[in-house]
């Protein structure tokens, strides 16, 4: 069974502040994806980044960072210099390879970037 | 815009009631999937189709039933409606329904049951 935990429900920060949202992941599969989505108010979901278990390369975008750690099993998300823009209920998703399965998705994190 | 759209918008019925929501995929996409959003249970997996087939089947009631067209349209049916299908539904679709397929989401239909 595939399991996605984001432990933290709700993050303020102040504006400019870094934050780094954090995402646990359980599958007994060898070949998994992982993602970030981003809901913002308006209520739609956005891609942000996908990366699969081959594939421990940081990367980077933008103000944007993800930090894949196989070893502890998570998939970290950083924002650096947090803009109100920002603010929206990220979720962190997991599918596995083979066929056509279904996505995993967290709890969500609430991110709040006060002015 | 993800170029997902989902009709309608909002919907308000009663206990009992029966109700359709439509999605549109994007333009090439041949995969759809249907998603609940709710307070208690978060966002969950319904069900997926690929080019007019169940693909797969994730936490979708015997109540709900679901179909995709030729033209690639799909419908999500809610019958029998309680409370606790009052939820924020979401209509995504991707290239070829693939694991590894980047979703694209509707902008959701928030279905009030009262």
């Known amino acids: 069974a595939q399991k996605v935990t984001q432990a933290q429900t709700e993050i303020s920060v102040v504006e400019k502040e870094d934050v780094t949202l954090d995402c646990v992941y359980e599958?007994?599969?060898?070949?998994?994806?992982l993602f970030w989505y981003k809901q913002p108010p308006s209520g739609e979901l956005v891609f942000l980044i996908r990366?699969?278990?081959?594939?421990?390369q940081n990367e980077i975008s933008g103000r944007y960072s993800w930090n894949f750690q196989k070893s502890t099993s998570s998939f970290n998300f950083t924002i650096t210099a947090s803009q109100v823009v920002d603010s929206a209920v990220y979720f962190c998703a997991l599918t596995f390879s083979g066929g056509y399965q279904k996505v995993t998705f967290g709890t969500g994190t609430k991110l709040q970037v006060i002015p | 815009d993800s170029g997902v759209t989902q009709t309608p918008k909002h919907l308000i019925t009663a206990t009992g009631q029966r109700v359709t929501l439509r999605c549109s995929p994007r333009s090439g996409d041949l995969s759809v999937y249907w998603y609940q959003q709710s307070l208690d249970q978060g966002l969950q997996f319904l069900i997926q189709?690929?080019?007019?087939?169940?693909?797969a089947k994730g936490n979708i009631l015997e109540r709900f039933s679901a179909q995709q067209f030729p033209d690639l349209h799909s419908e999500l049916n809610l019958s029998s409606l309680e409370l606790g299908d009052s939820a924020l539904y979401f209509c995504a679709s991707s290239v070829e329904g693939r694991p590894y397929n980047e979703q694209f989401f509707g902008p959701g239909t928030r279905l009030t049951v009262l």
């Open positions: 990366r699969n278990s081959f594939d421990e």
């Open positions: 599958t007994r599969d060898t070949t998994y994806y």
């Open positions: 189709y690929y080019n007019g087939e169940e693909r």
